[in-house]
């Protein structure tokens, strides 16, 4: 199974801006589609963004026109610009690839990265 590992969360002011980044080893060269998502408290893990194997992106709604997805395929990392946080992006963000568990794209989930947006 492939795994993730997110970097890049941090605190920032309402306004402000940060880029997550999402190493997943042979990702690229299996040709897998990968997602952002985030978790608030006790919340259920909500989708906010995916990059396909063909480079096609998605975003969720809440966050169209702020957050970009991107890939580097030569590093294997997958990257989520945010701009114009707000404080209810605050969350544990995760990246993992999109993929049936019997597939060879399957991965697990990384340890997530903390983003902390205070008004």
């Known amino acids: 199974q492939l795994q993730p590992m997110e970097s890049g969360g941090g605190s920032v002011q309402a306004g402000g801006s940060l880029r997550l980044s999402c190493i997943i080893p042979e990702f690229t060269s299996k040709k897998c589609a990968v997602g952002w998502f985030r978790q608030f408290g006790g919340k259920e893990r909500t989708w906010v963004a995916s990059?396909?194997?063909?480079?096609?992106?998605s975003t969720t709604d809440s966050v169209d026109g702020r957050f970009t997805i991107s890939e580097d395929k030569a590093k294997d990392t997958v990257y989520l610009q945010m701009d114009s946080l707000k404080p209810e992006d605050t969350a544990m963000y995760s990246c993992?690839?999109?993929?049936?568990?019997?597939?060879?794209?399957?991965?697990?989930w990384g340890q997530g990265t903390q983003v902390t947006v205070s008004s």
């Open positions: 990059i396909l194997a063909d480079g096609t992106t």
């Open positions: 993992k690839t999109i993929a049936p568990s019997d597939w060879p794209c399957y991965s697990n």
